[in-house]
């Protein structure tokens, strides 16, 4: 099965900018994986920011974005805010399973 | 309101079987393919399986085997049969409803002598 790798953590800055990308040990991630990307708070069930690589749910806020950059999918933050401080996982499938990556705790300081 | 409500974990001994229910309201579940997602203590999250609507499913290779998804469609309600149970096995069980735009509020499985 394959391996889908985030970075372990990120801070950015209140206002501020962050890029997360989501790897795939089979090569270039591709809008054939469906990315998704989900934003889970302690205790809470996750929350869907993002699906099929770029589109959003009607709750995802704006300054949140999805894309593929070099070869991998990618979450971009633009403004960040204290309550965007959080996990975030990234999804991706392979001809119908699905393989989460291992996270990226967000810190906004 | 869309809303989905899992029951059925608990605690059960390594070898043991346990069936999770995932009960769907505001939507038709066989309209929808649905997902099953765990989460092991203070660990990340882990996709385990898929039913679309035409019936395919695909499991993660961890429980490749032991454990079966399915759903009734009579009771609109998704189900996941978990068979030779291991202490590995031990998360909270999340049904998610197509492109993950629903989600269950999860129910807790231990797998312990």
């Known amino acids: 099965q394959a391996v889908v790798t985030q970075e372990p953590s990120l801070t950015v800055s209140p206002g501020g900018t962050v890029t997360l990308t989501c790897g795939s040990s089979t090569g270039v991630v591709t809008s054939g994986h469906y990315p998704y990307w989900f934003q889970q708070n302690p205790g809470q069930a996750p929350r869907t920011l993002i699906y099929?690589?770029?589109n959003k749910h009607s709750w995802t806020p704006a300054r949140f974005s999805g894309s593929l950059l070099g070869g991998k999918a990618a979450l971009t933050l633009s403004g960040a805010q204290p309550e965007d401080e959080a996990e975030y996982y990234c999804?991706?499938?392979?001809?119908?399973?699905?393989?989460f990556g291992g996270g990226t705790k967000v810190t906004v300081l | 309101e869309v809303q989905l409500v899992e029951s059925g974990g608990g605690l059960v001994q390594p070898g043991g079987s346990l069936r999770l229910s995932c009960e769907a309201s505001g939507f038709t579940v066989s309209s929808y393919y649905m997902n099953w997602v765990r989460q092991a203590p203070g660990r990340g999250l882990e996709w385990v399986s898929i039913?679309?609507?035409?019936?395919?499913?695909y499991y993660a290779d961890s429980v490749k085997g032991r454990f079966t998804i399915s759903r009734d469609n009579s009771k609109n309600t998704l189900y996941l049969q978990m068979n030779s149970l291991r202490a590995a096995d031990t998360a909270v069980y999340y049904c998610?409803?197509?492109?993950?735009?629903?989600w269950g509020q999860g129910t807790l499985v231990t797998v312990s002598s």
């Open positions: 999804l991706l499938f392979y001809s119908g399973e699905g393989v």
């Open positions: 039913i679309y609507s035409g019936g395919t499913t």
């Open positions: 099929d690589t770029t």
């Open positions: 998610a409803r197509g492109k993950f735009d629903c």
